[in-house]
């Protein structure tokens, strides 16, 4: 597989870093992503992802836009409230780089068709906004053998991990919120300008983890405080215990 001319104009300014080059775009014109929210997060990594050329993205929401999402959500506007998120994001993506190949999913994710929504693809961005559906979806990463980006914001705080393997994401935040439906962001409020960064840092970790850029952030937590205004990274510990990935784990067949 070659780029093609306009594609070498186009991502001109990727090749020509080192660490991306020719090889690295073509890994990122390769690489098939799902997304798991067209919220704040998701709208914040999905302009980056699509001008980088990602090869594949497949989107997930069943929600509508809300006239409380504009404060934080750039691809939707005022005139579009009421219409399906995935839809227009797919419009935006198709405007943005043609080249972008995308897939829409109008359903919640569940127990009973994460797996086939997200098998397939070579890394997960989780961008939901309720533990039950994060962790619903960390276990089929692991199932899956996908690597998974876990990126949240509520108030002043976002937070973006990489899973891959051990420790995954069960392992951060326990057993305690399978049942945890509610949206803490609706609940807590968050600044608009928060979802962006996050998301687009989110965006960064998934280039890097795609063209192979080293260090390698699996398992390390980075945490953003817009209040300090200071970022913060930790190493998190892998439970052995873990119901998904430690001993005697049930998940992983
Ligand atoms: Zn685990």
Not at 106 to 135: K, M, P, Q, Y
Not at 195 to 212: E, K, Q
Request: aromatic share 4%; hydrophobic share 40%; proline share 4%.
């Amino acid at each position: 597989m070659a780029l093609s001319d306009e594609e070498l104009d186009r991502y001109a300014r990727h090749i020509v870093l080192p660490q991306v080059g020719g090889a690295g775009q073509l890994k990122l014109t390769a690489a098939r992503i799902a997304i798991a929210g067209a919220g704040g997060i998701g709208a914040g990594a999905i302009p980056s992802l699509t001008g980088a050329g990602i090869g594949h993205i497949t989107l997930i929401d069943d929600d509508r836009v809300e006239l409380s999402n504009l404060q934080r959500q750039p691809l939707y506007t005022s005139d579009q409230v009421g219409q399906r998120k995935v839809d227009l994001a797919a419009r935006f993506i198709g405007k943005r780089n043609p080249h972008v190949e995308c897939r829409t999913v109008a359903d919640r994710i569940e127990a009973d068709n994460v797996d086939a929504i997200l098998s397939g693809h070579d890394l997960i961005i989780d961008g939901t906004d309720n533990f039950a559906t994060r962790l619903t979806v960390s276990d089929a990463a692991v199932r899956l053998g996908i690597p998974l980006l876990s990126a949240a914001a509520q108030q002043f705080q976002g937070q973006v991990g990489l899973f891959r393997g051990q420790p995954c994401y069960r392992c951060f935040v326990g057993d305690a919120f399978d049942a945890d439906d509610c949206d803490s962001c609706a609940e807590l409020g968050v600044l608009g300008a928060l979802t962006g960064i996050v998301g687009n840092f989110a965006a960064l970790i998934a280039i890097r983890a795609i063209v192979g850029i080293a260090p390698d952030p699996a398992g390390t937590l980075h945490l953003f405080d817009g209040l300090s205004l200071t970022w913060k990274s930790m190493k998190l510990p892998r439970d052995p215990g873990c119901r998904t990935c430690g001993e005697g784990h049930e998940a992983r067949t």
